[in-house]
Nanobody
Framework: QVQLVESGGGSVQVGGSLRLSCVAS????????MGWFRQVRGKEREFVAA????????YYGDSVKGRFTISRDGTKNKIYLQMDSLKPEDTATYYC?????????????????WGQGTQVTVSS
């Protein structure tokens, strides 16, 4: 079993930045892929970014490319999402996710494990 805990959400003005963090616990993380999704109430969940176990390969959703950066720390059990040039349409609940297969995250938009979510609000 894997537990994921997000932090770093909050309110920011258009053009500002936020950094989300996700800490994983419960098993060995040297081979697990991790990522971020977001969802607005009443809408489908949207893929944001994913990173492989080594931190060397990352994928991004089209709407965040060039503005968001996903990274992974040396212990492999913590990931970050640096969000720059934020827009009102980035407002959503952001969920950390983990899966044994990177492709499940960026191609199938599925994950074996999910965090509880952290709210990000961008105001103009």
């Amino acid at each position: 079993q894997v537990q994921l805990v997000e932090s770093g959400g909050g309110s920011v003005q258009v053009g500002g930045s936020l950094r989300l963090s996700c800490v994983a616990s419960g098993r060995t993380f040297s081979s697990i892929a991790m990522g971020w999704f977001r969802q607005v109430r009443g809408k489908e969940r949207e893929f944001v970014a994913a990173i492989n176990w080594s931190g060397e390969t990352a994928y991004y959703g089209d709407s965040v490319k060039g503005r968001f950066t996903i990274s992974r720390d040396g212990t492999k059990n913590k990931i970050y999402l640096q969000m720059d040039s934020l827009k009102p349409e980035d407002t959503a609940t952001y969920y950390c996710a983990a899966d044994d297969h990177l492709r499940s995250l960026y191609a199938d938009y599925e994950a074996d494990y999910w965090g509880q979510g952290t709210q990000v609000t961008v105001s103009s």
